[in-house]
């Protein structure tokens, strides 16, 4: 039954890919459900995440990474881009939205696409350090390689046609604890109530005593976090990082986001996985030229006909 | 009939003399004719999240369905042949269509879906583009176009004036039909869709409709546009020209320039357009000259610099002057 194996392989591969989506569509979804702002420059913080990561493990040096200290690595980088990354999206809120709180929603989207800018720009300098890990800096612009920690060994057996690797394992151990781990916050905590409630009225929300200028920057460093997180099992799944992979991969995630229903974090990780698995099998079953154009037809299609998204709630516009 | 505000006058001015001054050639024509092409794509969008209030994010689409109509309806390659300027008439033509079309089944969506929707119709044209490389050549884009005929004179490539004159005679065009069609019955239906969608509605005006027009106004200036940056250019480029960046370019002229605002959009044309092909490359042979712009550091080319100036120029307008450079004088005083 060879179809079956090919057809397990896409959905292994699709899954996977989706859960990524899914780390860095949680980080739009919540921005967007407390400030209504699509934050451009989510993705290419992702990025920086990313070579923060390989700098990081520049620093210890290119050896040969294998068992225990591979696994300790994937862990340093973790903690390290997910710190880097909370604190940068906090720091961007500050600087770029934060005196916007008050203006019209378009201007907030302007200084997004701003800090967008110069999020990518600052990746194309970083590609420059003089580093191994970055070939000497000597082509800043150039994609990098993102060494293979985490070994691409089929645990299903060499026989077996269908690929489940380590990688794989990565993924879903990162991101599911993660996922848990937040709808706990949101749903158990404190910070959670009040993130919901300045999600739902943030005069209100005001009014009843919450500082939400601190829940907004909470959400950020959250989001950021998760961001960061999605950056390192991304480059570890991949092997391949550039200052430009940010575009693709906030596209993808804002989709899915969009595509679940903007501001439901179930929605966004629905979307994510169906944006995954439509990616996979489009590259498989139909031509990959052609799998950009499917994912966005998929998500016009959608909206026409469930505007607020597969899991959204919000009506829709009176008129 | 109001008077053409004094900003505009000048504009006009100033732009019609300003080759007199500036020799035959060189790097001024690329900028200038540059900021023409995006000065009409930003009426456009001008139309469509000024006016209208309606989020865009796929002019570059419009901008791209303009060049590539101009090109297979002119160029010798394809059977229609039909000349520059019925190219331009029948280009306009289809980008409303292609706008109106666009609008039917997305303008019920409430504004960032609807920005969405426009960001994938945008992502889903340049794949088409790129993919159906039998019609669209490809990477290789669709060359060469005719030259714009008056009478037996033809207008040559390399007559960099010729071209500026006639770049900002379409953008006079476009403005005087922009501030025409501005304080016509379905200009006034826009501002008041933009104001207040439900007592608009409950004045009788029909909001998919007028959202419509509105679209196809704005997909049409666009397309202008394209195909006259693609008569420019004797090429329709490759698709990649007419990517989201662009749609991006387009958005920042219209904010920063003021929303709203025909002579805000001409100004915001001239900063962000300026920036990109006039500053940024005077810099770089600036460096060049004084020997600092060696390939092996990233941080000594200026080009490198691009992204990070033009981000920190929109955080720093929507900042200072959050309602553009040029803002909208408010309807009725100065009548």
């Not at chain 1, 079956?4 to 699709?14: N, R």
């Not at chain 1, 209504?36 to 700098?55: C, K, P, R, V």
């Not at chain 1, 575009?247 to 501001?263: C, E, K, N, P």
């Amino acid at each position: 039954m060879e179809w079956v194996d090919f057809f397990l392989q896409q959905l292994i591969t699709g899954l996977s890919n989706g859960m990524i989506i899914a780390l860095i569509a949680i980080g739009y979804t919540m921005v967007y459900g407390i400030i209504e702002l699509i934050n451009f420059a989510h993705g290419d913080l992702f990025m920086l995440g990313a070579f923060l990561a390989l700098t990081v493990l520049g620093a210890f040096g290119l050896g040969d990474w294998s068992g225990a200290s591979a696994w300790a690595a994937v862990v340093i980088m973790l903690i390290a881009s997910a710190g880097f990354c909370g604190a940068l999206n906090w720091g961007v809120d500050r600087l770029a939205y934060k005196p916007l709180r008050n203006a019209s929603k378009l201007s907030l989207l302007v200084s997004a696409i701003g800090a967008s800018f110069i999020l990518v720009n600052l990746g194309l300098f970083w590609g420059g350090l003089p580093m191994d890990v970055f070939a000497g800096g000597v082509a800043a612009a150039a994609p990098k390689d993102f060494p293979a920690l985490v070994p691409n060994t089929n645990l299903l057996g060499d026989d077996s046609l269908v690929q489940f690797t380590p990688k794989d394992v990565l993924v879903w151990a990162v991101t599911v604890p993660l996922m848990i781990g937040l709808t706990w916050i949101v749903t158990r905590t404190r910070l959670g109530k009040a993130m919901r409630a300045t999600a739902q009225n943030p005069v209100a929300a005001r009014l009843m005593g919450i500082d939400t200028d601190r829940v907004i920057g909470a959400t950020f460093l959250i989001g950021g976090a998760l961001g960061g997180f999605a950056s390192v099992i991304y480059s570890l799944y991949n092997n391949t990082i550039s200052f430009q992979m940010g575009y693709r991969a906030g596209m993808d995630a804002f989709t899915a986001a969009v595509l679940g229903g903007i501001g439901s974090m179930p929605g966004a990780v629905t979307g994510a996985l169906v944006i995954g698995l439509v990616r996979s099998m489009s590259d498989a079953y139909l031509e990959t030229r052609w799998t950009n154009t499917i994912v966005f037809g998929i998500l016009v299609l959608i909206l026409i006909f469930r505007p607020s998204g597969l899991l959204g709630s919000r009506a829709k516009e009176k008129v | 009939m109001r008077r053409v505000p004094v900003p505009i006058l000048a504009y006009f001015a100033v732009m019609a003399a300003l080759p007199l001054f500036m020799g035959a050639s060189g790097l001024f024509y690329d900028a200038f004719q540059a900021i023409f092409v995006f000065s009409l794509v930003g009426l456009g969008l001008n139309v469509v999240t000024g006016f209208t209030g309606l989020l865009n994010l796929g002019m570059a689409a419009f901008m791209a369905i303009g060049a590539y109509t101009f090109a297979i309806l002119t160029s010798d390659i394809y059977p229609f042949q039909i000349g520059f300027w019925w190219g331009i008439l029948a280009t306009v033509a289809i980008g409303a269509v292609a706008g109106f079309l666009l609008g039917a089944p997305t303008l019920g969506l409430s504004g960032d879906y609807l920005a969405i929707v426009t960001m994938g119709f945008g992502e889903i044209t340049l794949d088409v583009l790129k993919n159906l490389d039998a019609v669209t050549k490809g990477t290789q884009g669709i060359n060469p176009l005719p030259r714009p005929t008056f009478g037996s004179w033809s207008l040559d490539l390399q007559e960099e004036r010729g071209w500026y004159w006639l770049l900002l005679g379409f953008v006079l065009l476009a403005v005087l039909a922009v501030r025409r069609l501005e304080r016509s019955r379905s200009g006034r239906a826009w501002l008041s869709i933009r104001e207040d969608a439900l007592a608009s509605q409950c004045m009788g005006i029909p909001p998919k409709l007028t959202k419509m027009i509105a679209f196809a106004t704005g997909s049409a200036l666009a397309a202008l546009g394209g195909a006259l940056f693609a008569a420019l250019l004797s090429s329709t480029g490759e698709p990649a020209s007419y990517d989201f960046q662009v749609s991006i370019l387009a958005l920042c002229i219209v904010i920063v320039g003021g929303m709203g605002s025909v002579a805000g959009t001409l100004v915001g044309a001239v900063v962000m357009v300026g920036m990109n092909s006039l500053v940024l490359v005077k810099l770089a042979d600036w460096a060049g000259a004084a020997g600092v712009g060696n390939a092996s550091n990233v941080l000594a080319s200026p080009n490198n610099w691009k992204y990070l100036i033009f981000g920190l120029a929109l955080i720093l307008v929507v900042r200072l002057k959050p309602d553009g450079l040029l803002p909208p004088r408010l309807e009725g005083s100065a009548s």
